[in-house]
């Protein structure tokens, strides 16, 4: 890396910043993951794929519900807070906090109550009968709950308390295993729908309480609080189709597999996309918790933009790149140690998975410039292409090779979805890969590629062999490089 030595002392300081923010909120994201990781043990022990399955369809219907009736504030309100900070306007972040806070009452009462009311066709668009029709009517208090969490949390994240955002998801995760693991194993499969209420009720009064501390003014003129409204909603309207977009796909996906091979093929499903989001995870945290908002606050300078974007990316694939690799050499394990031999069959698509997760890792810090210039339209078609490509592959290859084609689907979208972002990004602000970043695409890329492929193609120890090799290069690389980054101030 040696482009990164004769930086200016200002890069330095800026990818010390994102080493910081990636290690605080990376630190939390470790601990999320060890509950997390007991969280499905048991409940896999307990319940079982059909088990998993049904948890993962509930939590999809509220994840959906959540997106449409959200109306994206949270996302807009992120940068709202973060744009009137850098202003240093304390009525304007007065004026923004207060409308988030009236908006996601009575978005999240109206979601709700409308998942309520719609309990018959969604459970019958889930499941194909009406059996789940009052568990589905009782994931509308989780959908109120989430959607007033997110108004508070952005609150936290916009203004860039990022200490309080760690406490805040370590408490979270505590919630959802001393929660649901007692409530499952007194009363199985029936425990999950009022698990999930409780966990979002511990959830939104953990945020409330944090949300609490931050000082901001009382008194907030109503023009403003209307002005507020009407901005934060018209730039979530696109956050709102992205997310409905995401969630809605995911859910279809999810349906798609669970006609296709049944509710034990729904539930491997879930255990590998569950695994590969973990490590990633915590790159893709740290991206959206503390690198979304500095993008913001700079948006107008398309040269600080590049070079925040660049730097983010650098850092990104470092962290990211190690795991992934490891984690495709020793799928069968992960699976063996996370759920039990019975999920055994999610192994080659939690390697599907990884693969297009390495994919997001590249794509998506060039994505965050289309968010935080506020380019709506442009937003809003990228993601319902996305959605479409993702839907169309997954619903062609499903039937034909089984639950591969779902991860073929997800491999499929990020290739288009990296490319196309880059062209926009390129032509309207000028950005293109540092050196530094062009040597770990060529570096890392062909790496994953080459252990996926061989984790497929050889015998399971030659492939792991193979693997185990490539992860300690990368992984050596990855030491050096951080701790150069870091030092070199």
Not at 329 to 352: C, D, H, N
Request: aromatic content about 10%; proline content about 3%.
């Amino acid at each position: 890396m040696a482009d990164q030595t004769s930086a200016p002392p200002t890069r330095l300081q800026s990818y010390r910043a994102i080493l910081h923010s990636t290690a605080l909120i990376g630190g939390s994201s470790i601990v999320v993951m060890f509950f997390a990781l007991i969280r499905m043990k048991i409940v896999a022990i307990l319940l079982g794929p059909a088990g998993i399955g049904l948890f993962a369809l509930f939590s999809s219907i509220a994840d959906v519900a959540v997106a449409l009736a959200g109306m994206g504030v949270q996302q807009s309100g992120v940068r709202q807070i973060a744009q009137a900070q850098g202003s240093g306007d304390h009525a304007k972040i007065a004026g923004t906090v207060r409308t988030l806070a009236r908006i996601s009452l009575i978005l999240g009462l109206a979601g709700g109550v409308g998942l309520a009311v719609l309990a018959v066709p969604a459970a019958l668009l889930t499941f194909g009968s009406t059996e789940y029709s009052l568990a589905v009517a009782a994931l509308g208090a989780v959908v109120l709950l989430r959607i007033l969490t997110g108004g508070q949390t952005a609150l936290l994240q916009g203004l860039r308390r990022i200490g309080d955002l760690t406490k805040f998801n370590i408490i979270a995760a505590i919630a959802s295993v001393v929660v649901t693991v007692p409530m499952v194993f007194a009363w199985g499969a029936a425990a999950i729908v009022p698990s999930l209420i409780i966990v979002a009720l511990v959830t939104w009064l953990t945020a409330q309480w944090y949300a609490r501390r931050v000082p901001t003014p009382t008194s907030v003129p109503s023009a403003s609080v209307r002005g507020e409204a009407g901005d934060m909603l018209r730039l979530g309207f696109a956050f709102m189709v992205s997310g409905f977009l995401t969630m809605g796909t995911a859910y279809i996906i999810r349906i798609i597999v669970l006609h296709d091979g049944g509710i034990v093929a729904a539930g491997l499903y879930q255990a590998a996309w569950a695994v590969a989001g973990l490590y990633v995870g915590v790159v893709l945290q740290a991206m959206g918790t503390d690198f979304y908002p500095r993008l913001t606050a700079v948006a107008t300078d398309n040269e600080e933009v590049c070079r925040l974007v660049n730097e983010q990316t650098h850092v990104s694939l470092l962290i990211a790149a190690p795991g992934v690799i490891a984690t495709i050499t020793f799928a069968p394990l992960v699976i063996s140690a996370f759920y039990s031999s019975e999920f055994s069959g999610a192994v080659e698509l939690l390697r599907w998975f990884c693969l297009g997760m390495m994919l997001r890792v590249i794509s998506w810090p060039m994505g965050f410039i289309i968010v935080a210039k506020g380019w709506q339209k442009t937003f809003i078609a990228i993601e319902v292409a996305a959605a479409i490509l993702q839907v169309g592959v997954s619903a062609i290859f499903v039937p034909l090779i089984g639950m591969d084609g779902a991860g073929t689907g997800f491999v499929c979208l990020y290739v288009w979805h990296g490319l196309l972002v880059y062209v926009i990004v390129h032509r309207s602000c000028g950005f293109r890969f540092s050196h530094g970043n062009l040597v770990l695409l060529r570096l890392f890329g062909p790496a994953c590629v080459l252990v996926f492929t061989g984790s497929r193609l050889l015998p399971f120890w030659w492939a792991t062999a193979i693997g185990c090799t490539i992860c300690c290069i990368a992984g050596t690389l990855t030491l050096k490089t951080l701790h150069h980054l870091y030092r070199a101030h």
